[in-house]
């Protein structure tokens, strides 16, 4: 068994689902768990539905969830022939259960209701693969992950409960035909022993697929996106970046550590513990190579590069001159956890502390306030900040070339320096 990810970009418009087709006809007579997002930017235009009905405004979260079905119902439409109607009846049920819940008044709290709605996205962009897939011949079942994925009650950050989703997913594989060989998912969703629909971060689809991969102790994982691969940088930012051919789970996690938006960072773990590949593969050509990570070393990689905009540093100096200790440490380390506040950089010295932050305006405010109790605090932002992993001199003088360098971090393998531009 091998286990596929086809991310919002590839379930994008109908040419796309067609590359997506085209592909999976490739692997017919292989063993496959596909798990497969919402399509394009339908997660963002739901949150706006959650926000709409959690704000009491039923009318315009119900016209925002209107279009989201229209637009489903369309792409259906352009797809299916054979299968249009049971395609539509489907979908139907999914919209009803929906459109149920946005006509009542919130009485729980809000990640409750995100995760209802929010959830459908992927329900969605998958009862649509599966019924085109099967139209073109490419049999499959479609499976609720709702009915394997166990969670706890921690909604829009939902905890696996392993054992009973173990259970579920050895039931579910029981179950279903044997003679066919591609079973269609969807990634990120999930739910509660009461039924409650669950999420489990943004971007989770990736780690659907781990969790999957390793309870079926499959061949490989195989996420396909709309990059050639792994890149050394953003394209976007540098466009020399270099494709990295072979990558493991250590770089990977340091990469995600420093924020290269690579692989969502849960996604290693699972699949560590059983040593199973990852690949990352491009869905517009899908005979490129790629990138392969894995649990073996890797020599000779390129500098890995990622910059931050909008950064924050929140120094904290301590008013009575007294050394950074445990205490002083123990006592910022606490407001952050309670903020739940991850700062990308941290410099200790004499006296002070130095923290380099997403600048998320809230956060930074509560937190200097809370933290004046202690220190003098002064903030300062519109910073950028630059990380680079297996630097050289090269690079490191290009990158900082005429800029001022406030902050600088270095170890044998990584380099961080914090920008005013
Ligand atoms: N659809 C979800 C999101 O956009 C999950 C995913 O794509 O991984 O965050
Ligand atoms: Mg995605």
Redesign the pocket.
């Known amino acids: 068994m091998q286990v596929f990810k086809f ?2 970009a590839s379930v994008n418009s109908l040419e796309r689902i067609k590359t997506v087709s085209d592909i999976l006809r490739g692997f017919q007579k292989e063993k496959l768990l596909i798990v497969i ?2 399509m394009g930017k ?3 235009a739901l949150e706006k539905v959650a926000d709409a009905f959690f704000s009491g405004d039923n009318q315009s979260a119900l016209a925002l969830f209107e279009q989201i079905k229209n637009q489903h119902l369309t792409t259906a439409k352009y797809l299916l022939v054979k299968n249009y109607l049971a395609c539509e009846s489907q979908l139907r049920d999914i919209f009803t259960e929906a459109e149920w819940l946005l006509h009542d008044k919130p009485v729980r709290i809000f990640d409750y209701y995100y995760d209802q709605i929010v959830c459908i ?2 329900l969605l962009s998958t009862i649509i693969m599966s019924h085109y897939l099967n139209e073109e011949g490419i049999s499959n079942a479609w499976l609720d992950v709702r009915d394997i994925i166990r969670t706890d009650d921690n909604f829009r950050d939902a905890n696996i409960d392993w054992s009973q989703t173990a259970k579920n997913l050895e039931m579910a594989l029981f179950t279903t035909d044997q003679s066919v060989n591609h079973i269609i998912t969807q ?2 969703i999930g739910a509660t022993a009461e039924n409650e629909s669950v ?1 489990l971060g ?5 780690y659907t697929a781990a969790v999957f991969a390793n309870l079926l102790g499959a061949g490989s994982v195989s996420i396909w996106k709309d990059v050639e691969g792994v890149m050394n940088a953003d394209p976007r930012q540098f466009p020399d970046a270099k494709l990295i051919g072979e990558l493991n789970y250590d770089e990977v996690i340091e990469m995600a550590y420093y924020g290269a938006q690579v692989i ?1 960072p849960k996604t290693i773990k699972p699949l560590q513990n059983k040593s199973i590949p990852l690949y990352v593969k491009c869905f517009l050509n899908a005979s490129l190579p790629g990138t392969v990570i894995h649990n073996r070393p890797v020599k000779a990689l390129p500098p890995i590069i990622v910059i931050k905009e909008k950064q924050a540093l929140v120094h904290l100096h301590t008013q009575d001159f007294s050394f950074i200790g445990e205490k002083p440490i123990s006592d910022v380390y606490q407001i952050l956890a309670q903020l739940h506040i991850k700062p990308n950089l941290i410099q200790t010295g004499a006296v002070s502390l130095t923290l380099c932050l997403d600048d998320h305006a809230e956060k930074i405010d509560l937190l200097a306030a809370q933290a004046a109790a202690n220190f003098d605090v002064t903030v300062e932002k519109g910073l950028e900040l630059l990380s680079i992993r297996h630097y050289n001199g090269d690079v490191l003088e290009r990158l900082s070339e005429g800029k001022k360098v406030i902050l600088k971090q270095q170890s044998e393998e990584t380099v961080q320096m914090v920008f005013r531009t």
């Open positions: 991310g919002g997002s919402a339908t997660t963002n996205g992927e990634g990120f999420t943004r971007e989770g689809s990736d969502h």
